[in-house]
C-alpha cells in the first residue's frame, strides 16, 4: 500500500473493516436450491458433450470404415481384371509369334535387364532367386522363345541361346497380392516353345523351373483364355498353370505328357503356396450351404420417449366446480413444470446389448439368408429432483388413498387420471433408469466377399420384429417403488416393435468350419416406444449405433 | 497445530469431494461459506434479490473451477475473490458500473476516529448500499477487502487516480451520513 493509501486509509476504514470482516447474513434457502438445479444442468451439459463426442467418433469410424472396405473391394476388383486383360493383351502375340517362327524375337512391353535375365536364367536348379522386378508386387512371365539349343550356366554372363535362336522375355505385372514375387520358368522344347514363366502370390518367393524340353504345351495366352471369368482364386496365374499342366496332357507328345503334367501339378502346388489345399478349402466352403452363428451387439441406444408438457393449474376455493383435473397447489404446478424441463434436459441415452442366434443358408456363391433369435436390453436414464404423489378419493369410505410415489415420467403418461397431486423436490437429485428387454425375430440376407485367404468381407440387412418382454423404470430413491411391465400387463409401451438393421465388417476364417467377424450395426425402429395411446407428445424413434462381433459356425465341416 | 493439520485434511477432503462433483460436498461447502458471502455480496448489490443472485452465479463458478484452485491462499480467500468478481461483472452487466475517467485528485478529507458500533449492521448497509455504484465499489474494495487503488484501476478498469478520486468522494458521503445520524466519534487520527 503506498503512502497516500496508508493516509486515506483512517479509523472510518479500520471501523468500516472491524464490522464487516467476519459479519455474516443468511441467504435464502432457495439460493442452493437454484444452485443445485444449475450445477445439474452443467453436469449433464458435460454429459451430453461426451456422448456427443462419443456419437461423433462412431459415426467417423462408421464412415471411414465403409470408405476402406469400399477401397478395399475397388481394388481387388480392379487388380483382378486387369490381371486377366494383362495376360490375354501380353501374352497371345507372343505365343503367336514363337509359334510362326521359333527364331524371332519378339518386343514386349517391357524387357529385362541384363542382370534380371541372368539371375532369371540362374534359377536353374535353385528354387529362390533374388529376381526383383521393377513392379515389385506382382507376377511376371516371361515368354521364351528358344531355339534349339541353349544352356544355362550361373555365372552374369552364362545365360547363352544355342543358334540363331534369340532369347526374349515378356514381363507381365500383377498386383494379386502383398507377397514377394516370384519366378517359375518354364523351357519349351525345340519343337514348340510356348514357354511361360509365373510367378505367383504368396509369403515365400520360389522359382519353378520345370525341364521339358521336347514337351509341347497349349500356349500361355489360350491358356489365360480359357480361364473363365469369374474365377476367384487369390492366385491369378494358379489355375493357368494348372491348367496348362492339364492342356499339355493332349499336346503332342503325349507319351510324356502325363509324367510332366503330374508333375508340374505337385511343383507347381508347392510353388503357389499350396493351391491345391486352397483348393480344397473352396471346394469345402462351396459344398457346405448351412452354418450358425452367434452374435453380440454392445450399443448406444436414445430411447427417444418425450413426455407432453400438462398445465394443470393450481386450484383454489374460488374455482371448485370448474376444475377438470386433479387439484394441485401452486408449488406442485411450480414444480412440475420444473420436473418436465427437469425429464426434457436430462434424460440421456444409455446403453443396449443385444445377443442372437442366426442359422444361415447359402443361396449364392455370396449371399446367405439368415434368420434366428435375439435378446436385447436396452436403457436410458434420467437424472431427477422430483417426486410425485398421487391420491385418489374413494368415495364410499369417504378415505383418501395415496398411491406409490413415482417420477414425473409415468402419471404423465396416463394423464394424471387422480384426484390430487403432489410434486415434491427432494434434497438430493437421483437416478432414474429405463429399461427394456426385448425378444427378437430377425430376418436378414448378408454378402461376404473375399479380402484374402482367410479374411473376408461382409455387409448385412435385414428387419426384426421385437416382442417387448419386460420395461421396467427404476429408481434409486427408497420413496420410489420399482414398476415393471410384463408382457401381459397393460403397460404405456408397445408391445411389439420392428426394427431394419444394416451392418458391415471384416471376418477371418480361424478354420474350414470357423469364422469370426466383427463391425458396425445401425439398427432403427420404425416406431416409438411408447403405445400410441399414450403416446401423446411427439415421439421419437429409438435406434441403436454399435459393434456387432459374432461367431459362426459352418454344419458339416471339418473343424481343422 | 494439530487442529490445523485436521482442519487443513478436512478442507482438503471438502475440495476433493467438490471437484469430484459429490453434492454432499458441495453443499458442505456452500454451507461453510455461504453466509460470509452473502453479506460480501450485499455490501456490492444494491438488493437483496440481487446480492442471491450473485451468491448463485458465484458459487456456480466455484463450484465448476474448484478444480483450478492452487491451494496458495486460503479457500475462502479464494471464493471471495470469486464472488466479488462475479458481482463487479454483475453490475458491469446491468451497466452499473459506467466507467468514467475523472481526473482531479481527491479531496483533502480530514480522517475522522469513528465508533462504528453503535450502529446496526443494517444501518451501515443501508449507507454502503446508498452509495452510486462505482462509488460502491471502489469503497468496497479499498476500505473492506484491502485492494489498493492500482489493483481497483485494474479490477474495474479505471485509472488510479480514478480510483482514488471516486474512494474520496465516496467517503465523504459516507462521512456526511455518519455525521447526519447524529451519533459521537472520536476526533483522533490514527495512521496505518
Given amino acids: 500500500m503506498s503512502s497516500a493509501d496508508k493516509k486515506e486509509y483512517g479509523e472510518l476504514e479500520q471501523s468500516m473493516w472491524r464490522r464487516f470482516q467476519d459479519a455474516e447474513a443468511m441467504p435464502d434457502p432457495d439460493v442452493w436450491s437454484r444452485i443445485d438445479h444449475e450445477l445439474t444442468l452443467l453436469e449433464n451439459a458435460k454429459y451430453k458433450k461426451r456422448v456427443l463426442f462419443y456419437r461423433q467418433l462412431a459415426a467417423a469410424c ?57 539371375k532369371s536364367a540362374t534359377i536353374g536348379t535353385q528354387p529362390a532367386q533374388a529376381y526383383t522386378p521393377d513392379n515389385t508386387a506382382g507376377t511376371q512371365a516371361i515368354a521364351q522363345a528358344s531355339g534349339n539349343n541353349y544352356t544355362y ?199 443396449s446389448i443385444n445377443f442372437d442366434a442366426k442359422a444361415g443358408l447359402r443361396v449364392g456363391k455370396r449371399i446367405k439368408m439368415l434368420a434366428g433369435l435375439g435378446y436385447s436390453k436396452n436403457t436410458s436414464k434420467t437424472r431427477t429432483s422430483y417426486i410425485v404423489e398421487q391420491f385418489v378419493f374413494n368415495p364410499r369410505t369417504s378415505e383418501r388413498a395415496k398411491l406409490n410415489p413415482t417420477t414425473v415420467f409415468l402419471p404423465s403418461l396416463h394423464t394424471f387420471t387422480t384426484d390430487s397431486v403432489s410434486v415434491v423436490k427432494t434434497k438430493q ?114 435406434y441403436t449405433i454399435g459393434v456387432n462381433m459374432s461367431i459362426n459356425y459352418m454344419l458339416g465341416q471339418n473343424a481343422k | 497445530m494439530k487442529l490445523f493439520s485436521s482442519n487443513k485434511t478436512e478442507e482438503e477432503k471438502l475440495i476433493e469431494g467438490c471437484i469430484a462433483g459429490k453434492r454432499d460436498m458441495q453443499r458442505l461447502l456452500y454451507d461453510l461459506y455461504a453466509k460470509k458471502m452473502m453479506m460480501v455480496c450485499l455490501r456490492y448489490a444494491p438488493t437483496t434479490f440481487e446480492a442471491e443472485d450473485i451468491v448463485q452465479e458465484g458459487f456456480v463458478k466455484v463450484f465448476a473451477n474448484i478444480q483450478n484452485f492452487k491451494k496458495d491462499c486460503p479457500l475462502e480467500f479464494w471464493i471471495r475473490r470469486i464472488i466479488i468478481n462475479t458481482a463487479l461483472k454483475h453490475l458491469r452487466q446491468k451497466s452499473l458500473l459506467t466507467v468514467s475517467h475523472e481526473t482531479e485528485e481527491a479531496e483533502n478529507i480530514s480522517s475522522g476516529d469513528y465508533n462504528l458500533n453503535d450502529y446496526s449492521m443494517d444501518e451501515l448497509l443501508g449507507m454502503i448500499q446508498s452509495l452510486a455504484p462505482r462509488y460502491r465499489m471502489v469503497f468496497n474494495l479499498y476500505a473492506i477487502e484491502g485492494y489498493n ?41 490514527i495512521s496505518r
Wanted: proline residues 4%.
Fill in chain 1, 62 to 118: 462408421f464412415t471411414l470404415f465403409i470408405l476402406a472396405g469400399a477401397a478395399l473391394l475397388l481394388h481387388f476388383k480392379q487388380d483382378k481384371e486387369q490381371a486377366l486383360l494383362a495376360a490375354g493383351d501380353t501374352l497371345q502375340p507372343a505365343a503367336n509369334s514363337t509359334t510362326a517362327n521359333a527364331s524371332t524375337s519378339i518386343a514386349s512391353s517391357q524387357t529385362l535387364t541384363e542382370a534380371n535375365k541372368t
Fill in chain 1, 153 to 351: 550356366s550361373g555365372d552374369d554372363n552364362g545365360y547363352t541361346s544355342g543358334g540363331n535362336a534369340p532369347v526374349t522375355y515378356r514381363k507381365r505385372n500383377y498386383n494379386t497380392g502383398s507377397g514377394n514375387p516370384g519366378a517359375s520358368v518354364t523351357e519349351s522344347g525345340s519343337q514348340y516353345s510356348g514357354t511361360q514363366l509365373a510367378a505367383t502370390t504368396g509369403n515365400t518367393t520360389t522359382g519353378v523351373l520345370t525341364d521339358a524340353q521336347g514337351q509341347g504345351y497349349v500356349p500361355a495366352s489360350q491358356a489365360i483364355a480359357n480361364v473363365p471369368d469369374n474365377y476367384s482364386s487369390s492366385g491369378i496365374l494358379n489355375p493357368l498353370l494348372r491348367r496348362n499342366a492339364q492342356v499339355g496332357t493332349i499336346a503332342s507328345d503325349i507319351s510324356t505328357q502325363e509324367v510332366i503334367a503330374a508333375q508340374k501339378q505337385s511343383e507347381l502346388s508347392l510353388a503357389l503356396n499350396n493351391p491345391a489345399d486352397t483348393e480344397k478349402q473352396e471346394k469345402a466352403s462351396s459344398s457346405s450351404r448351412w452354418n450358425m452363428g452367434m452374435g453380440v451387439t454392445s450399443s448406444y441406444f436414445t430411447q427417444n420417449v418425450d413426455i407432453p408438457e400438462q398445465r394443470l393449474m393450481a386450484m383454489n376455493k374460488r374455482s371448485i366446480g370448474t376444475q377438470t383435473g386433479p387439484i394441485i397447489s401452486a408449488d406442485t404446478e411450480v414444480n412440475l413444470i420444473d420436473a418436465y424441463k427437469e425429464f426434457e434436459e436430462n434424460t440421456q441415452a444409455a446403453n
Fill in chain 1, 429 to 542: 437429485p437421483f437416478n432414474v433408469d429405463y429399461s427394456y428387454q426385448m425378444l427378437s425375430v430377425p430376418l436378414g440376407v448378408q454378402v461376404e466377399g473375399a479380402v484374402g485367404q482367410k479374411w473376408f468381407w461382409y455387409a448385412h440387412g435385414g428387419g426384426a420384429a421385437n416382442l417387448m418382454l419386460q420395461s421396467t423404470v427404476k429408481a434409486d430413491n427408497p420413496e420410489i417403488a420399482t414398476v415393471s411391465y410384463g408382457p401381459a400387463d397393460d403397460s404405456p409401451f408397445r408391445k411389439v416393435q420392428f426394427s431394419g438393421n444394416v451392418g458391415l465388417g471384416l471376418g477371418k476364417r480361424l478354420s474350414n468350419a470357423v469364422s469370426v467377424s466383427v463391425g458396425p450395426e445401425y439398427r432403427h425402429f420404425f416406431s416409438s416406444l411408447l403405445a400410441s395411446e399414450y403416446a401423446n407428445a411427439k415421439q421419437g424413434k429409438p
Fill in chain 2, 149 to 189: 487503488h492500482k489493483e481497483i484501476g485494474e479490477m474495474l478498469d479505471i485509472s488510479e487516480g480514478t480510483s482514488k478520486s471516486q474512494y474520496s468522494r465516496a467517503r465523504a458521503i459516507l462521512q456526511g451520513m455518519l455525521n447526519r445520524q447524529d451519533k459521537p466519534y472520536q476526533e483522533h487520527v
